[in-house]
Nanobody, 123 residues
Framework: QVQLVESGGGLVQAGGSLRLSCAAS????????MGWFRQAPGKEREFVAT????????YYADSVKGRFTISRDNAKNTVYLQMNSLKPEDTAVYYC????????????????WGQGTQVTVSS
């Protein structure tokens, strides 16, 4: 069992930055690939980024590539999402997730999910 708690969301102006954190419980954090997903009002949840167990492999959605960076600190059981050059269309609830078997997102992903943190980007 893995429990995930996101933090770091908030209100920011377009062009600004935020760093999201996701703290995981348990000693098996390093056994899970980690990811960030988001859901905007009226839309389905979408993939943002994933990172492999050791952090050496990352994947990004085209919409965030070059602006967002996912990273992890296995000693702190924490995964991060650094978001730069934010746009109003980045407004969404951001969810952290853990997957035991997959780092690459193929449409189905995530054994455990956090409750989400709101990110609002004003124009």
């Amino acid at each position: 069992q893995v429990q995930l708690v996101e933090s770091g969301g908030g209100l920011v102006q377009a062009g600004g930055s935020l760093r999201l954190s996701c703290a995981a419980s348990g000693r098996t954090f390093r056994n899970y690939a980690m990811g960030w997903f988001r859901q905007a009002p009226g839309k389905e949840r979408e993939f943002v980024a994933t990172i492999s167990w050791g952090g050496g492999t990352t994947y990004y959605a085209d919409s965030v590539k070059g602006r967002f960076t996912i990273s992890r600190d296995n000693a702190k059981n924490t995964v991060y999402l650094q978001m730069n050059s934010l746009k109003p269309e980045d407004t969404a609830v951001y969810y952290c997730a853990a997957d035991r078997n997959n780092v690459y997102y193929n449409g189905r992903w995530g054994d455990y999910w956090g409750q989400g943190t709101q990110v609002t980007v004003s124009s």
